[in-house]
């Protein structure tokens, strides 16, 4: 068992990620944004954290010192900055209302097991004393996921995962590693690059989020394409339950009845904690080519990748953008638009496989009418792949309500879909006679369908967290008439969990609440999240 | 909605497939069987359907009207006929049963819905009749899945779905087709070659098995390694249970929770009934390439599809048997056979793409040590892919004890796990001093694991069943403890039940309870099957 030499520290309370880096806009592009989208000068600043108000915590004197019992003093926290740094996750709903001094769902006291039989027993400890359990680990959901949520028990605690951080197990002939749950992924690519592997996830959360947290909300990263879904590598589960283990996952495929491992993959802490997760990895790629291209328009550009999907040649990574999302982007980094819609590709491993499936990947684009655009406009691409999120704190800064939002659907559904969801976005958040922007891209492709991420940008108003709740309950009505999934990467948590009734109907949900009950009879587990209460 | 234009007609009541078709032995390669394995020349005569005793229909009038107020008159059979050809499957005890006239588990009436919707009634009035329901695709379970058992009901039904048989949609875009349960194989293929597509489901079952049994069973066709194993080639199900319709699957991946689809996936029957099915479809390849190649030894074979495997190479099918299998099937074609193991590799696709992709397999065999034998050898692997069963019912009639059972585990537990499963098998049927010969082959890969398909043959002695019941025991408990799964993929059915608790655990078996609860409350799909109860 190994654990890794660097680690990587806590997120800022009230943004994203490492408190000591952030993202500056030149004053000429803040001011362009502000008069394209009609923001005012004047913007509140936030509230820092020395002057926040927190309730005491209600975690009772028994159920304290269970906890104690079995993590030890040092791992049961109830001190302020604990509490505020585990109020949720980081959606922009969570982070306007932590910049107002909002932390009212701080938990009651946070609790660090150190090994899967202290989870057991915690679970265990916690369902005696009826106390809600929040399972934490990066802290990164953009949907609510971590909120601690009390449901009908009188405290909750945030059950934090990060010291669940070994390597357990690797087996390089079938080319498995079992990881432990608390691991971020550069933590746990640390571990595998010393053994010439990777695992090859990379969403945007990269930084931070944790392999446990991965598998609990089938998270896909931007390397999808060539790696596959976080959910795809899964090999083999562990899960802490309050009616004890689950160890599922025996062979690489298997016809012995149901896959349990996918009612745990995406079940989001709600029916058990994942503890350990066995994953495939792969030989480190030796190179890379990243190379960017320009459709005539986004039509063209979905022809293009729906058909190397088809052909199963998509390269590594493939992600075209829409004509808003290409001209904003380039606004933003204050170079000049290409025309049409951008495509960043992005090939990995051996060089002579790279020339390969360059040669057949660039005859599909340029088959739908793409130009090169050179290595450039990929790189840029590459060098802010991570730093959305900080992007998005600069604009919160200076008063911009921006959010992000993603579905997938069938290839024949894809044109409605976006038409529809772009449409009642633009129509929600301009209700006050503002100019909202809306632009979106296509990042994730199948054989038979692919995924589209939106992002919205406008003036953040009176009440941003409300403009947006508006704007997203709009999306959410037009995904599921027009035949998308609710979520194709971010998970349920609170925020989409109204639309699971209409993602697998009442008895689905029925068998779900069904499953629930046998493994967490009390509910203690994640209460108000992923599972609704039928109508 | 298109119905096929050619229909493939029932199998017969006590053997394998079409009546009028038989493989005859010739009389040397007989006589050497027998001499080899110590068969006796006198072998007993099957039981002639004329002769059988059947037991009368058990089915109450108030049910029999219900079920004919639903269907029709014309499609509740009680007639023997009708009952005895759905009295279980095709394993080797259902045959030696047969063939001693034992139709003891013919089911009370058989039931011909020709909708979902009736399917949803007919299971209604089941359930207010308290009638088991076993539903009948294909009839060719391997494992019990489709033995008429009663449970603590007074009747049973088998519910024949073959009328559900039509393409209710097809989204050639998205590459997706909308099949109904009861179509078989060639009757699926037909109507998509129609638009010059295929499923690629090509398992030694393909003449008469169906789309819906298919998903109920999770099977895999001999061409997984290129198109996929079938519950990966689903998008979306529509399921049928006594507390109504569950359609899961509205993208080609999602994070909207647990993936409800993988729970009806190998639920056999138990926990709903299939009746729709959309799976992802290819245009049909222009071309095919088969090739047989000798390796030293069946480790070296197994290395080379490993590596094949993990560097994301693999042929459309591949299939590597060991120094027996070799042997056998050598002398029974009555050719001389190669050194060392025989493997046979199939590509598929364009010429070009054949070209391509032979060259970079071809690569990875010669570095692992094999030699190319031509393609004779393969022609004739082709010629007799789906006649297994076929011989082994002339093998049945010549006295000798012949049956095949298959599992899958990680790529570094391979061998060991064959070892054991090898010893076991050849203690158990050589314990009565006779020369029982047992052999395998790996004919399904995945980058972490591959299965692993072992035949035995053995002279039948005075109780056949009991001997395979007793090697099959034992060779199960060895796949336990060896960290294979009970099943890659023939189901689990009656006979791999009691190995299901080891598979996934008390928890597990109480998680699928809970489901089977919420369902089908009163227990009457398939019962007796897939779910074990608790010791």
Sequence with gaps: MTRPRHRVGEMA?????????????????????RQA????????????????????SALSDPAHAALVEVVGREHVLTDPASRVRRTGGKSTPDLLRRRAGDVSSAPDAVVRPGTHQEVEELLAACAWHRVAVVPFGGGTSVVGGVEPLRGSFGSVVSLDLRRLDRLVALDTESGTATLEAGLRTPEAEEMLAAHGLTLGHFPQSFAYATIGGYAATRSSGQASAGYGRFDAMVVALRVATPRGTLDLGRAPASAAGPDLRQLFLGSEGVLGVITEVTVR??????????????????????TAVRRLAQRGTLPTAIRVSDETETFVNAAVA???????????VSHEGTARQIAERRAAVDGV????????????????WRRSRFSGPYTRDALLDTGVLTETLETAASWSSLPRLRERVTG????SLGRDGSAPVVFCHLSHAYPTGASLYFTVAAAGGADPERRWREAKRAASEAIAESGGTITHHHAVGTDHRPWMEAEIGPLGVEVLTAVKSTVDPLGILNPGKLIPVLS
């Design 424 to 427: 009642v976005l633009t129509e």
């Design 334 to 344: 204050a170079s000049p638009a290409p025309e049409g819609c951008l495509a960043v």
């Design 365 to 380: 684009l340029r088959e739908c009418g793409a130009a090169p655009l050179g290595e450039d406009t990929a790189s840029a």
């Design 281 to 302: 990895v792969r030989k480190a790629p030796e190179d890379r080519g990243d190379e960017a291209w320009s459709f005539p328009d986004f039509t063209s550009g979905v």
């Design 13 to 33: 309370w009230n943004a994203w990620g490492d408190p000591g880096q952030t993202v500056r806009l030149n004053d000429s592009v803040r001011q362009l944004i």
């Design 37 to 56: 989208l009609g923001v005012p000068a004047a913007v509140t600043a936030p509230v820092p954290e020395s002057e926040l108000s927190l309730e005491p």
